[in-house]
């Protein structure tokens, strides 16, 4: 099984790489985005009751950029089952004499290493601009171990929409309550500056401590409350939405 | 020798109480070639799709390469090779890296891979094309890379769903040639067709499917049999010779109706065999001919007859 998982990660990340327009929404969207926040609303670290020992608004930011692009991951991944399902290599993989699970395995593997990548290339680029990781390396290796394992989850996510909808339009279709899920969290702003319902919401939403796990390693030194609750809040996402995802697996198999 | 293929009663039925499949039987031997010949939604693919587990059967059985499809699908997947309708192929990928996966995927050594998807791909042609994208194939090229992962692992039973819809006539002479040469190495073929020339070519024995239901089964030969036999058209240079012509035909068979007063036309059950001896009998009698021609019943003759619809009026109406 692990030769099969791995051939089909490896073609996985090949089409990826072969495929830029499925690349660009992951890194340049948060980048603008990034770039706009940090450039127009750089005084927001001045409100009164935002976290006075933040460096910079760039380093606060930075969490919101990598979890706004491994949510898009998510949906890429899902992009690119779907793709396979209406144009028949899903039927192909199926037919082969491989372990079922093995296709989902095989694109959560290459999603896992996309986000390993999606993590790198947003540190690196605040590093360019003057972001500082308060953490040092440990912090930056814990920001990316999060990531891995919630981009793995919103991989996840994508595959079992792509298995349960069969059409990559409709699953480019939840593109926008991806950025409404995101607005509604603490990643861009922290949860004592949020209005209601915003603030009550942000308190439940996994997001939330997502991206304050994130985040903590940034702005702070290695503290285990918030490392515990990010690590926690992207397992259960990735937890729950495996098991998603092959129950969707599961019930494409039943019908068929 | 247990038959490579054998379905009993199998049956599929979807939402909203449609019958693609109601109920057909089959049974085809080792090596031999199976044509599947009915026109569009008949009931081919899916009867295609039950038999390489990819679709599961809502009623009665069917086992391939002696495994059961519902119980043992597994076991039977390592036994088929399947090359569907649509060439399900990904166009990112090069054909030498589409024909290694396949091959890792079915569980050909690591060692080995590179060596057997370069066989393969010497085999149909490709071998100059291989290092190229998929997307830049013509669908001629995508259905022989389509062809040469199916056959990676060397299966004993393959499965070929209306290989050459879309193809240019070179193309599907290509692959007809393939499938002959692949039954000649032993392995046992399921082909779906519309096509009742690719029937003819290449099956040992046929089965017409039409609404779900196999209206006949039997070899081209026997089934064009049973709708009539061979028939001369002999068309006289005038019609002065016109009796003469009848009375010097009329002893190889019965002469048929014509409405044309220059034709006249008569059964040879011989068929081409009787051409010598009738031109021979029409000279004798002084009669001139401007043409003849041995009239065959065709599979579409067949197929009229079993469904009272000819099966290339509903290819042309499709």
């Known amino acids: 099984m692990s030769r099969t998982v791995l051939a089909l990660a490896r073609r996985a990340l090949r089409n990826v790489l072969r495929r830029p327009q499925f690349i660009a929404p992951l890194v340049v969207f948060p980048s603008l985005m990034l770039a706009a926040n940090v450039g127009g609303l750089s005084r927001t670290t001045s409100l009164p009751g935002f976290p006075s020992d933040v460096h910079g608004f760039l380093d606060f930011q930075l969490a919101a950029a990598i979890t706004q692009s491994l949510l898009l991951g998510g949906v890429s991944a899902g992009i690119a089952v779907a793709l396979e399902i209406e144009g028949g290599f899903f039927d192909r993989l199926l037919a082969a004499p491989i372990p079922r699970i093995a296709i989902v395995l095989g694109r959560l593997a290459a999603t896992t290493v996309i986000a390993l990548a999606q993590v790198v290339y947003f540190l690196g680029l605040g590093l360019v601009f003057g972001a500082h990781i308060k953490a040092g390396v440990p912090g930056a290796l814990l920001v990316a171990a999060i990531g891995a394992v919630a981009g793995t989850g919103f991989g996840a996510l994508g595959v079992m929409l792509a298995l349960r909808a069969k059409s990559a339009s409709t699953v480019q279709g939840i593109f926008p309550l991806v950025f409404v899920v995101l607005f509604v969290s603490s990643a861009f702003f922290p949860r004592q500056l949020l209005e209601s319902p915003a603030r009550q919401i942000a308190r439940y939403n996994p997001l939330s401590y997502l991206a304050d796990g994130m985040r903590d390693p940034i702005v702070h030194s290695l503290r285990a409350g918030p490392a515990l609750e990010g690590l926690a809040a992207a397992g259960g996402i990735a937890a729950v939405a495996i098991a998603f995802s092959v129950l969707a697996l599961r019930g494409r198999l039943g019908q068929t | ?318």
Not at chain 2, 96 to 125: F, N, W
Not at chain 2, 155 to 161: E, G, T, Y
Not at chain 2, 226 to 238: C, I
């Open chain 2, 1 to 318: 020798m247990a038959p490579a293929i054998q379905a009993v009663g199998l049956e599929r039925e979807f939402k909203g109480a449609v019958k693609a499949v109601a109920g057909i039987d089959i049974e085809v031997s080792a090596g031999e070639v199976y044509g599947f010949l009915g026109p569009n939604g008949a009931g081919k693919t899916t009867t295609v799709r039950m038999l390489v587990t990819l679709l599961r059967p809502t009623g009665g059985s069917a086992r391939v390469a002696g495994f059961d499809v519902a119980s043992q699908p597994a076991e039977v997947r390592r036994h088929i090779g399947v090359a569907l309708q649509e060439a399900a192929l990904d166009l990112l990928m090069t054909g030498r890296e589409l024909i290694e996966l396949q091959a890792t995927l079915h569980g050909i050594p690591p060692r080995r891979v590179a060596a057997r998807g370069q066989e393969l791909i010497e085999r149909v042609g490709l071998g100059d094309a291989q290092d190229r994208r998929v997307g830049t194939y013509s669908g001629g090229m995508r259905r022989r890379l389509d062809l040469a992962m199916a056959l990676i692992h060397s299966p004993s039973v393959l499965f070929l769903d209306e290989p050459t819809t879309g193809l240019d006539p070179v193309s599907r002479v290509t692959l007809w040639d393939e499938v002959r040469r692949l039954k000649a190495e032993g392995t046992t073929i399921f082909l779906t067709t519309q096509y009742l020339e690719e029937a003819d070519q290449l099956a040992d024995r046929l089965g017409i499917i039409n609404g779900g239901v196999l209206v006949a089964e039997g070899t081209p030969a026997a089934l064009k049999a049973e709708v009539g036999s061979p028939h001369l058209d002999v068309t006289l240079a005038g019609t002065d010779a016109l009796d003469a012509a009848r009375d010097a035909l009329g002893r190889f068979g019965a002469l048929r109706p014509t409405s044309d007063p220059c034709r006249v036309s008569v059964a040879v059950p011989d068929g081409a065999e009787a051409i010598a001896p009738v031109v021979r009998a029409l000279d004798e009698a002084g009669v001139l001919i401007a043409s003849l021609e041995v009239v065959e019943p065709t599979l579409d003759d067949v197929f009229l007859a079993k469904t009272g619809e000819r099966l290339e009026d509903e290819a042309a109406a499709a």
